[in-house]
């Protein structure tokens, strides 16, 4: 592709990840087995089948009583049922047994009364309502039965999957490998953190937004370093991280008019190279997306907040696909503008918004800062809203989806 | 308080954990310093001031050309004004220097004109459209001026606040330390994950579910594994848990009829004991809150579900406080109920339901099990909706909040 010159054409954002997905085919990586322990937040590799049944045995889903339901028939308030209290092994004709919530159902029993609906005596049970046959049993194989899919491929592993691997026995549990993402920040501006930057230098922060993101969706950043913006630099950090990672971010390079000397570097590392450079889109316009090696390159704005608009619209649906769930979204509200703000004909616009609960009613604040490049944008927003490329802007008032990043704050009176 | 047998009179939701804060009085925990990469997810112990402004000079928010605005007044699409390519440090009047987002914008110059508006030719520059004086430069001080409030305590932080803290050049941040919470799981019918369980015996999951919470509010579990239904077992766990950690969790204790010893172990071990012991809620009823050494005791249904929804009602407000931030909470959505469901009047009803996306239209199906205690109805649902107590039921179609801890299920066509 040629290189467009000051990015006169633009591409739209959907063609731009369309061009890439359709060239790059990204695959799901290769499984791993780790101790479920260790598994929280990462991604199931494959469909798992239940070992056994689950519950493994006849239980109780409430504290109360065994008993024979045909013994309860016709109880009422004021017209109880009795019955002889037992700690036998076996509930026969006329008795109940207490029981625990989670307790095998013993022998003989056909349903569980609950607690509420009894009245203990000194030796005996009074009934109060009668239970239907099977009532408050969790049937051996209910929960899931021996063969079933416990957890299906893709699923993102939260706590309660967790336990339902320990329920069902299972120690160990294979999940997709984390993509390994290599870092290259580069810009003569930049100093890394900790050094003192000289009067025009500024410290990178993109490497930290960048490595962030990743770990939110559970990928390995690895950050190779700041390359100077010299051809021979940058070649060089690309081909580190081609060799050691699954995919390569690059962000900045747009000092001393050096706006395009990743895409050029990128360009000439191999094929297919640079596929597209320049997106309708703000912020994030000069963003560029190529393959070399058969691995992504995303070059990325120098500008923190252009970088991590760039990384959410093109970048994290590739690692989702690699993590073999393509369909996670981030939660997204529907909340109320608070006030009229203006589009850009033409561009995609990505509007950072504080969303705000005023008392059950959603209100999405914009956060307006001039260049739209402010860090302050993103840290007092907690989500972002589309703003399309057909609308002048969004109005006052109106309804708009916000897809949320951070929690949504709770207005106190 | 006197032991109520078998939950003759239940605790309402709100009423419980009232009782339970009023004489708890959580506090947050103290600040601890650490490296900002490790900081991601963690909470700000203190609001931040910004050290330094930021920018830290007078930058570029856009690529362009830095001119001097009234060079530019008039221009039009076909009425360029024409503009003397500058590589100086200074620019004067009638000249345009190239600058990239990002940079210092030079000496002379009072407003940047995007690329876009430009045509560059051999050896000047013609301009489209006028600029006004500061227009696309980010003053210094724009973003945080020194002294300004960049990190609010309280903050759970992002990648976005991690790269703010490296641009002000901050290597270490304050975080509130983690809260440590012991687990100890009881009953004689749980063996540990890796051990056959025999016939009647079960293996402990609620361990995995619970550290599982913990660890998605950033809180640190720590395992002090099975007590056996023994007053002497379980004592010296729960004051092993007491000397190691912020908060104690125990689940469960409930085979062999022995569904209250916890609570009369706990209320047996100092002052002021057990405030609150069954509540009026579906499912958990039999949750028990106590107080020893200052320190919250959660005494937790057996159940994995029951216990997780006691966790999320009692335990996630405790460790929020003791974190600092109080507010956080779930994303929620509004979703449309698919099928009516029956409420339990008289108790608060938290109903696992799948949230799905139909093209832009949310549907929430309840995910309905026998009993309310498989660990199905947690791992195919991804949220849940409150049935208040006052309420028979929901009704189909009817608009409900689903507060979610997974992400929303997208439907393909």
């Known amino acids: 592709m040629a290189r467009l010159k000051g990015f006169e054409k633009l591409t739209n954002v959907d063609d731009a990840l369309s061009i890439f997905l359709n060239a790059l085919k990204p695959k799901k990586l290769d499984a791993e087995s780790i101790p479920i322990a260790d598994a929280l937040e990462r991604v199931a590799a494959e469909d798992m089948a239940a070992p056994m049944d689950l519950p493994r045995f006849d239980r109780s889903a409430v504290d109360g009583y065994a008993i024979r339901a ?17 700690h036998e092994k076996i509930v026969h004709k006329g008795q109940a047994k207490q029981i625990w919530t989670g307790n095998p159902v013993p022998e003989g029993a056909t349903a569980v009364v609950m607690l509420e609906h009894t009245r203990k005596m000194r030796n005996h049970i009074e009934v109060v309502m009668p239970a239907t046959p099977e009532e408050n049993i969790s049937r051996k194989g209910e929960d899931f039965k021996k063969g079933d899919i416990a957890i299906q ?46 009067p025009n230098q500024i410290v990178n922060s993109n490497r930290f937004v960048i490595a962030g993101l990743c770990q939110e969706l559970d990928a390995e950043p690895q950050y190779l370093g700041i390359a100077r913006d010299s051809e021979k630099d940058i070649h060089a950090k690309i081909l580190e991280g081609l060799a050691k990672a699954d995919a390569v971010i690059t962000t900045g390079g747009t000092s001393v008019g050096a706006a395009d000397l990743v895409p050029i570097v990128a360009g000439k590392l191999g094929k297919p190279g640079i596929l597209v450079h320049g997106v309708a889109m703000r912020p994030g316009m000069p963003t560029a997306l190529g393959i070399l090696k058969r691995k992504p390159v995303f070059v990325l704005s120098g500008y923190p907040v252009a970088a991590a608009v760039g990384f959410e619209v093109f970048v994290r649906p590739i690692i989702l696909i690699m993590l073999g769930a393509p369909n996670e979204s981030r939660p997204w509200v529907q909340a109320q503008l608070t006030r009229r703000v203006a589009g850009a004909l033409g561009r995609r616009v990505y509007l950072r918004v504080r969303t705000i609960d005023e008392k059950g009613k959603l209100c999405a604040e914009p956060v307006l800062t ?23 802007g969004l109005g006052e008032g109106e309804a708009v989806t916000v897809h949320l990043f951070s929690s949504i704050t709770r207005k106190e009176n």
């Open 153 to 198: 491929a893709g699923t993102r592993l939260k706590a309660h999957h967790l336990g339902l691997l320990a329920a069902l026995g299972t120690t160990e549990v294979d999940v997709v490998r984390k993509p390994r993402v290599a870092i290259v920040s580069t810009g003569n501006e930049l100093v890394d953190l900790g050094r003192k930057p000289s």
């Open 370 to 392: 001039k260049g739209s490049g402010l860090l302050s944008s993103l840290t007092k927003a907690n989500g972002y809203v589309i703003i399309p490329e057909d609308r002048e």
């Open 70 to 86: 045909d013994d309860t028939f016709g109880a009422a308030q004021f017209k109880p049922k009795t019955l002889e209290a037992s």
